[in-house]
């Protein structure tokens, strides 16, 4: 076997010969194949991290509010252990007022707001009408009496109010 047919061929200078225009296609195509290959792999990563996140958000999202409602809820269980008498009752119903309104200002502060309702024009968006009462006390078609307050979370409505619509006396008429 002669020696040189175990060297790589050289173009006389020492130098590896080209390369042919298939094997230079085909290491770009592996390159290109490697990048594709890194970049799938980061996107299956992010994809599985957007995952976990959303999930922790679903289970974990209402921690500020719940915080804020065990306050509300530590002030009433005070409340509820005080004795009542005769001297301590407008004590007592001063405390559940400021109680009522804590908790009022902790909904308010996670974007949980009361849609007003009696006195005001009936909306199906936000009530829905339990029956119609004749009153001179209000407008024909406001509300009239209020069951369940309507709530919207920013801008989505909760939960439906329910309500009592009023309705001209027929002796007025």
Not at 14 to 21: I, N, R
Not at 83 to 97: A, R, S, Y
Request: hydrophobic share 35%.
């Amino acid at each position: 076997m002669n020696e040189d047919q175990n060297k790589p061929e050289t173009n006389g200078a020492g130098a590896p010969p080209e390369l042919s225009e298939v094997e230079t296609l085909q290491a770009e195509a592996g390159k290109w194949k490697n990048e594709f290959l890194y970049l799938k792999a980061e996107f299956d990563n992010y994809k599985k991290n957007v995952l976990k996140e959303r999930s922790d958000l679903l289970k974990y999202g209402a921690e500020r509010v719940a915080k804020d409602m065990l306050e509300v809820a530590d002030n009433f269980e005070r409340a509820l252990e005080v004795k009542i008498t005769p001297e301590t009752v407008n004590t007592f119903k001063q405390g559940v007022e400021m109680t009522a309104k804590e908790l009022k200002d902790a909904l308010s502060k996670h974007g949980i707001q009361e849609v007003p309702g009696l006195g005001q024009p009936f909306n199906p968006q936000f009530f829905e009408a339990l029956s119609a009462e004749a009153t001179d006390q209000f407008a024909e078609g406001s509300i009239s009496r209020v069951f369940k307050k309507a709530y919207k979370l920013h801008d989505k409505i909760i939960r439906m109010g329910q309500v009592i619509v009023a309705t001209t006396p027929k002796d007025a008429n």
